[in-house]
């Protein structure tokens, strides 16, 4: 039984670094589109909507003649990097609902064929759930540093074509890991005792369940444990997947999301222009601040565990005797000081974004990965906390989807300060600020939700002693 455990302990460890491994070299690459753009624009891609204007000076009214100096405008050109990265961007995101549909269906063995969202992996360790989760977040934020290497190595004289074909080379990691190292149906929380998922282990003569009864047992055990045994009885009833649509939760939700990825996307998108403007179109700086903001992406995976502290705190705090919380409540209360934190992260970021001032952007990139590793680390957390397990990959996929949706501005918005604008994003940015205000209404209805969760516990734990004293 000892070796065992201990092979149960091993294999989990894999499973966790493995996937760590996963989403840090490949999930989020995308997020590192300006690296990207700093390389395709030395390639030439799209250089033909580059045009040659003649910026006339006017130093004296009296002058018969202007002076024109030749000033090659690259504004189309940007219009369609910022055009290819809303596309991309959107496409991943609205891809999320359709195999959250798949995970909730099948498990984690078909889902993570298609996409490698490994969120339900933090189910494995227990009271750490929330911090894998965000740690695993945390993961897919840096993978946008990838395109870091690619750049750096371009400046040394690798081809990118043959960095690309050695990343999709190694993407058949994901399906050897697929196959021995993740369940081939759902993990449940909280986990049973003794569970094992995969392939049978093989230590010495232990008693180890093989993998068909194990799968099992498993799916068995799901329906059991979805939800906590300390919940109250109103909300074990499991809700329905209209139920959950339809509630304050999920609407505020989607709006503390929507906002805030917004804000990131348009962001990501234009920073190369922001940065041609803010140098003077100086080529050794635009290469500087841009690998800066590529290096300051591999902190994603140094702040997100921070996220999932805030959240998991509560697990080691004693409970009133007077009037014991329930898992639930607790895990809701947990994740207002997150919601709250993470707004915060994103006007403070917006804010430093919007000062055009170049060395205050290293303050813009660090907030920026703070920000974005708090985002999706509590989205995931707060999903998995407020709404049912079996709901879990069609509400997860279906914010995302919502919110990618909403980021389709990100696009006029370029257009507006390419076009009207003269350039300028200005008053762009300060709109943006503007709406991430509304980012702040969530937390609020999260605190009110968990008072009135609060007061109706405590009325349940008087009746009885009412009923008591009569009697």
């Known amino acids: 039984m000892v070796c065992f455990e201990k092979c149960l302990s091993v294999r989990r460890w894999l499973t966790f670094v493995t996937g760590l491994v996963e989403c840090l070299c490949f999930a989020g690459i995308v997020f590192g589109w300006a690296s990207l753009v700093f390389v395709l624009k030395m390639e030439g891609y799209f250089s033909s909507f580059c045009q040659n204007i003649t910026e006339v000076n006017i130093t004296d009214i009296n002058v018969t003649g202007v002076n024109g100096t030749d000033v090659l405008d690259c504004g189309e050109q940007d219009g369609q990097f910022s055009l290819i990265f809303t596309v991309t961007s959107v496409l991943l995101n609205l891809s999320t609902f359709p195999t959250g549909l798949v995970f ?118 799901n329906t059991v444990n979805e939800t906590p045994p300390d919940r109250t009885d109103t909300e074990s009833q499991e809700k329905s997947f209209r139920e959950c649509l339809l509630s304050r939760c999920f609407i505020f939700h989607v709006l503390w999301l929507s906002v805030m990825m917004l804000r990131h996307n348009l962001f990501i998108g234009t920073l190369n222009p922001m940065l041609q403007r803010l140098t003077g179109e100086e080529h050794s700086l635009v290469s500087h601040y841009t690998t800066v903001f590529g290096i300051t992406q591999l902190c994603g995976l140094l702040f997100a565990p921070w996220n999932g502290l805030i959240m998991d705190r509560h697990k080691g705090k004693p409970r009133s005797a007077a009037r014991k919380n ?98 300028d994003p200005l008053y762009v940015n300060i709109a943006l600020t503007l709406l991430i205000l509304f980012a702040f209404i969530h937390p609020f209805s999260v605190y009110l939700h968990c008072r009135s969760l609060a007061s109706q516990e405590a009325h349940r734990c008087l009746i009885p002693v009412c009923e008591l004293k009569s009697s």
């Open 104 to 221: 909730d269906w099948f498990g984690t063995t078909v889902k993570k064929q298609m996409k490698p969202f490994l969120l339900k992996v933090g189910n494995l360790f227990g009271a750490r759930r929330s911090t894998v989760i965000t740690l695993y977040n945390g993961a897919f934020d840096s993978s946008a540093a990838l395109f870091l290497v690619i750049k750096l190595l371009h400046e040394v004289h690798v081809s990118f074509h043959i960095s690309f074909h050695f990343l999709s080379a190694c993407s058949v990691i994901h399906l050897l890991r697929t196959l021995f190292l993740m369940p081939w149906n759902f993990i449940p929380y909280p986990l049973p005792e003794h569970y094992t998922y995969g392939y049978k282990l093989i230590c010495g003569n232990s008693n180890t369940p093989n993998s068909e009864q194990t799968d099992r047992n498993n799916e068995a055990q």
């Open 326 to 423: 329930t898992e639930y409540e607790a895990d809701l209360r947990a994740m207002v000081l997150s919601l709250f934190l993470t707004a915060l992260q994103c006007l403070l970021f917006s804010v430093c974004a919007t000062i055009p001032i170049l060395p205050l952007q290293y303050m813009t990139f660090i907030l920026q990965v703070l920000n974005s590793s708090f985002i999706y680390g509590g989205h995931a957390a707060f999903i998995s906390v407020a709404f049912p397990v079996c709901h879990f990959g069609k509400l997860f996929g279906l914010v995302i989807a919502l919110a990618g949706l909403f980021s389709l501005l990100q696009y006029p918005c370029f257009i507006l300060v390419d076009d009207v604008l003269d350039g």
